[in-house]
């Protein structure tokens, strides 16, 4: 009777010995998961909405002012760089100036900025070399017009906005034309520490060398 008891308990251990390893396997999951970083972009826009007004628009996108000139004339023009990028950028701009006459020389002292007293109301143009007096943030260093403070995201800033025709021309640019062409660059701002040189800041690396670019296109 005794190892009849014997048998069944051993019977019963076995039996549970089975059961635990049958549970020895581990629970487990597996998950990913991939950050993407989209990169953002420096953009400009280089408009002149005063200009389109009283212009015509050819093919490549240069303006055509419809009107004859004539020495001493105010022509409203005004390059208008907007910054359309994602974030914040130096601008600056390059002004060319040709023509089909000899005697039809413009210069940078030819462009200026409308100023209208807010007082008198009375109406002045204000040199685009003399403009700091004004608080305008443009300077000149060798070819190029630099805007001295980054410019935001969809904000916009103005070159010039009125061509004075020289008062001395004579009938020898009759019937010529001239052209100025405007040419507007940016950097992006962010993450830059740049170098000033010749009191320029944005546009030099910080070992001084000046920075190349390139077209967005978007």
Same mark, same amino acid.
């Given at each position: 009777?005794?190892?009849?008891?014997?048998?069944?308990c051993?019977?019963?251990?076995?039996?549970?010995?089975?059961?635990? /390893?049958?549970?020895?396997?581990?629970?487990?999951?597996?998950?990913?998961?991939?950050?993407?970083?989209?990169?953002?972009?420096?953009?400009?826009?280089?408009? #002149?909405? %005063?200009?389109?007004e009283?212009?015509?628009?050819?093919?490549?996108?240069?303006?055509?002012?419809?009107?004859?000139?004539?020495? *001493?004339?105010?022509?409203?023009?005004?390059?208008?760089?907007? =910054?359309? /990028? !994602?974030?914040?950028?130096?601008?600056?701009?390059?002004?060319?100036?040709?023509?089909?006459? #000899?005697? &039809?020389?413009?210069?940078?002292? !030819?462009?200026?900025?409308?100023?209208?007293?807010?007082?008198?109301?009375?109406?002045?143009?204000?040199?685009? =070399?003399? &403009?700091?007096?004004? /608080?305008?943030?443009?300077?000149?260093?060798?070819?190029? $017009?630099?805007?001295?403070?980054?410019?935001?995201? =969809?904000?916009?800033?103005?070159?010039?906005d009125?061509?004075?025709?020289?008062? !001395?021309?004579?009938?020898?640019?009759?019937? #010529?034309?001239f052209?100025? %062409?405007?040419?507007?660059?940016?950097?992006?701002? !962010?993450?830059?520490?740049?170098?000033?040189? =010749? /009191?320029?800041? *944005? $546009?030099?690396?910080?070992?001084?060398?000046?920075?190349?670019? #390139?077209?967005?296109?978007?």
């Amino acid at each position: 009777m005794k190892k009849k008891i014997a048998l069944a308990c051993t019977a019963v251990v076995l039996v549970a010995a089975v059961v635990v /390893g049958a549970t020895l396997a581990w629970f487990t999951d597996t998950e990913a998961k991939t950050n993407v970083v989209t990169m953002g972009n420096v953009n400009i826009d280089l408009t #002149e909405p %005063s200009y389109v007004e009283n212009a015509t628009v050819d093919s490549e996108g240069n303006l055509h002012y419809n009107d004859y000139a004539m020495p *001493g004339d105010k022509i409203a023009k005004d390059p208008t760089i907007t =910054n359309t /990028g !994602d974030f914040a950028c130096y601008v600056r701009a390059k002004i060319e100036f040709t023509s089909s006459a #000899e005697g &039809a020389a413009l210069s940078d002292a !030819d462009l200026y900025f409308k100023y209208t007293d807010p007082d008198t109301q009375a109406v002045s143009y204000i040199s685009i =070399n003399d &403009a700091s007096a004004n /608080g305008n943030k443009w300077v000149k260093s060798g070819e190029y $017009w630099y805007y001295t403070e980054p410019l935001k995201k =969809n904000d916009a800033v103005v070159l010039f906005d009125t061509v004075i025709v020289p008062e !001395d021309w004579t009938n020898a640019v009759a019937d #010529e034309d001239f052209f100025i %062409s405007v040419q507007a660059e940016a950097i992006q701002a !962010d993450n830059f520490k740049p170098k000033e040189v =010749n /009191g320029v800041y *944005g $546009w030099y690396n910080s070992n001084g060398d000046e920075v190349t670019v #390139e077209n967005y296109d978007d």
